[in-house]
């Protein structure tokens, strides 16, 4: 009896059916197709994580995204003050400089917030980049900081912008453990994030099971594109048991004569 094959997630279904249409045509046992298809749907997968698209100049995209979001959230001590410059006047921007020197954050912070609207404002060293964590997949930012600490300020930056991709590295990891992770930048490879590829068996069931375990995944996945992306796949599929099925053709004819 032909062992049965599933696929974790129940929009996997039309691509079950692809797959055990390939192993009939092609060959090869259960375990070799779902391993091939397996590592493709990890890279058409990554594909879909945002930002999505799998060109190496996407991780410079990103990158730069990752500097002007962390710029918006934080601002340091020469922004500030200009700012208060142009919407208080001198005084003003005197004042914050005076509060900030005596320490005085909070009363600082409400200079801000009074004269800088539409934003929650705070001021202090630096946060370690919660404001920024909290806010990073958010439109707009609400609440922002004035960092006195600029050193720290440019060191979180740069670990950040070294972190471009690593939302798709969970899946780039699962395509490893099924043989290989080309097709997905090396951006996103370099970070080993953690993700599962796996073929499994247990009875007469064979399943493949892909799972990207990144932290805040549900923010960077695209899952209304995850229908199209599996539709795709199998497409692929089609294309490829018609190739398999011309060349036994061409073969065949070739043999006759």
Not at 54 to 83: C, L, P
Not at 157 to 186: D, V
Request: with cysteine; glycine share 10%.
């Amino acid at each position: 009896m032909k062992p049965d094959v599933k696929l974790s997630g129940e929009s996997y279904r039309e691509l079950n059916r692809a797959i055990r249409r390939l192993m009939d045509v092609s060959g090869d046992t259960t375990v070799e197709v779902l391993k091939s298809q397996g590592r493709l749907m990890c890279v058409d997968l990554a594909g879909i994580t945002r930002p999505t698209g799998t060109k190496a100049s996407i991780g410079t995209e990103q990158k730069a995204r990752i500097k002007t979001k962390v710029e918006e959230v934080y601002w340091n001590m020469g922004e500030a003050v200009n700012a208060l410059k142009q919407a208080g006047g001198d005084k003003a921007a005197a004042a914050f400089q005076r509060l900030v020197r005596q320490g005085k954050m909070s009363q600082a912070a409400a200079i801000m917030s009074r004269l800088i609207s539409g934003t929650q404002w705070e001021v202090g060293t630096f946060d370690n980049g919660t404001l920024h964590k909290q806010q990073a997949f958010k439109r707009r930012v609400s609440r922002r900081m004035v960092v006195t600490d600029k050193g720290a300020l440019t060191r979180y930056r740069s670990e950040k912008q070294k972190m471009a991709g690593f939302a798709k590295s969970g899946f780039a990891t699962a395509a490893k453990q099924l043989g290989g992770s080309r097709g997905i930048p090396g951006y996103a490879t370099k970070h080993n994030g953690p993700g599962t590829g796996k073929v499994s068996k247990s009875g007469n069931s064979i399943t493949l099971t892909i799972t990207n375990s990144v932290r805040h995944i549900h923010e960077a996945f695209d899952s209304s594109r995850e229908s199209a992306a599996v539709n795709m796949r199998v497409g692929k599929i089609t294309q490829l048991i018609k190739r398999i099925a011309t060349n036994r053709m061409k073969k065949s004819s070739k043999s006759i004569k």
